[in-house]
């Protein structure tokens, strides 16, 4: 079966072809990024225009790339939450639509889900059951694993995800938008143990992140300086650092109480170098991470996930359709 797979759940469009015989035919990614920086953050308006453009020329490419034609997909999976309402609403609409037009099935797909599947896509890939850590601008998540569909939350962040405590206090230190990739360059030039900070929540039973504590403690350091450019780094390193050694300390803990011996790392700060050096030197587990292009929102991930629950995949002689800007993951049930 080959699934034609639609993202577009905030700043990013990304389209793909997966085939369940023949692996990731192609995949195209357009990045909003250099529109929204004007702004310090995602305006969701201008995305969801942006994705309009972008989505029909994207699939176009894809499918090219592929060799194949509209009449060639199977299948279409779109991304239906969580994420911007307004932007989720531009893919399942062209993906419902597109679905009818070709009286082809269509399936909504869970965002976190197409994250947490990701790693899957890589060789070798991790066999069930793990722990996942989900790791994004809008989300902090661990998650027991069976199998698809088979999810069971075990701690989540109570405030800032890590993505967003990463891009608030580059935000803070004067770096440009988006803030993570910045502060995790400057950490590179810190001195180490200059200053320390916290590893909120670590100190007490329990699988919950908090990280908005160490924002403020970032920004009160930054406050009590000279603010010079080694100043910038020394904070940035500190900052990494304690989140790094917090998720690292939690991933334990989660491993240990569900006795699983593989952890898969996913979402955008699954990139981050220093987290997955710290993740690998844990020993007697084996970590898995997509591939850093996947790392970020894309349109293989959906197209797999899409695969991965293909016999769920149903024609709609309407093309109606719904989005879920909050769709908890633990909410998913086996394909």
């Given at each position: 079966?080959?699934?034609?797979?639609?993202e577009?759940?905030?700043?990013?469009?990304?389209?793909?072809?997966?085939?369940?015989?023949k692996?990731?035919?192609?995949?195209?990614?357009f990045?909003?990024?250099?529109?929204?920086a004007?702004?310090?953050?995602?305006?969701?308006?201008?995305?969801?225009r942006?994705?309009?453009r972008k989505?029909?020329?994207l699939?176009?490419?894809?499918?090219?790339?592929a060799g194949?034609?509209?009449s060639?997909?199977?299948?279409?999976a779109?991304?239906?939450?969580p994420?911007?309402?307004?932007?989720?609403?531009v893919?399942?609409?062209?993906g419902r639509?597109?679905?009818w037009?070709?009286?082809?099935p269509?399936?909504a797909?869970?965002?976190?889900?197409?994250?947490?599947l990701?790693?899957l896509?890589?060789?070798?890939?991790?066999?069930f059951?793990f722990?996942?850590?989900?790791v994004?601008?809008?989300?902090t998540?661990?998650v027991?694993?069976?199998g698809?569909?088979?999810?069971?939350?075990?701690?989540?962040?109570?405030?800032d995800?890590?993505?967003?405590?990463f891009?608030k206090?580059a935000?803070?230190?004067?770096?440009d938008?988006?803030g993570?990739?910045?502060?995790?360059?400057?950490?590179?030039?810190?001195?180490?143990?200059r200053?320390?900070f916290?590893?909120?929540?670590?100190?007490?039973?329990?699988?919950?992140?908090?990280?908005?504590?160490?924002?403020?403690f970032?920004m009160?350091?930054?406050l009590d300086t000279?603010?010079?450019?080694?100043?910038k780094a020394d904070?940035?390193?500190?900052?990494?650092?304690?989140?790094v050694?917090?998720?690292?300390?939690k991933?334990?803990?989660?491993?240990?109480?569900?006795?699983?011996?593989?952890?898969?790392?996913a979402?955008?700060?699954s990139?981050?170098?220093?987290?997955?050096h710290?993740?690998?030197s844990?020993k007697?587990?084996e970590?898995f991470y997509?591939?850093?292009?996947?790392?970020?929102?894309?349109?293989?991930?959906?197209?797999?996930?899409g695969?991965?629950?293909?016999?769920?995949?149903?024609y709609?002689d309407?093309?109606?359709?719904?989005v879920r800007?909050?769709w908890p993951?633990?909410?998913?049930?086996?394909p």
């Amino acid at each position: 079966m080959r699934v034609l797979g639609i993202e577009s759940s905030c700043d990013e469009t990304g389209i793909a072809i997966y085939d369940t015989e023949k692996g990731l035919l192609a995949h195209r990614l357009f990045s909003q990024i250099a529109m929204h920086a004007e702004y310090g953050g995602v305006v969701p308006e201008l995305a969801s225009r942006d994705h309009i453009r972008k989505t029909l020329p994207l699939i176009e490419e894809v499918l090219s790339e592929a060799g194949l034609s509209r009449s060639d997909i199977d299948g279409i999976a779109y991304t239906a939450g969580p994420g911007l309402a307004g932007a989720l609403l531009v893919g399942a609409a062209i993906g419902r639509s597109l679905a009818w037009a070709l009286n082809i099935p269509a399936l909504a797909i869970n965002h976190m889900e197409g994250h947490l599947l990701s790693p899957l896509l890589e060789t070798p890939s991790p066999a069930f059951p793990f722990v996942s850590l989900l790791v994004s601008g809008g989300h902090t998540l661990l998650v027991d694993v069976k199998g698809v569909g088979q999810y069971e939350l075990l701690g989540e962040s109570i405030d800032d995800a890590v993505g967003e405590a990463f891009d608030k206090t580059a935000k803070l230190l004067g770096m440009d938008y988006p803030g993570g990739p910045y502060l995790a360059a400057k950490a590179e030039q810190g001195i180490a143990d200059r200053f320390v900070f916290p590893r909120p929540m670590t100190n007490r039973p329990g699988l919950d992140f908090s990280f908005s504590g160490l924002k403020t403690f970032a920004m009160n350091t930054w406050l009590d300086t000279k603010q010079t450019e080694q100043d910038k780094a020394d904070i940035a390193l500190a900052f990494q650092t304690a989140v790094v050694e917090t998720l690292a300390i939690k991933c334990k803990r989660a491993l240990k109480q569900t006795g699983h011996k593989r952890l898969v790392v996913a979402g955008g700060v699954s990139a981050n170098k220093a987290l997955r050096h710290k993740l690998d030197s844990m020993k007697g587990v084996e970590v898995f991470y997509p591939r850093q292009a996947f790392c970020s929102d894309n349109g293989a991930m959906i197209a797999f996930a899409g695969a991965m629950r293909h016999e769920a995949m149903k024609y709609q002689d309407v093309p109606s359709f719904t989005v879920r800007p909050r769709w908890p993951l633990n909410e998913l049930s086996p394909p």
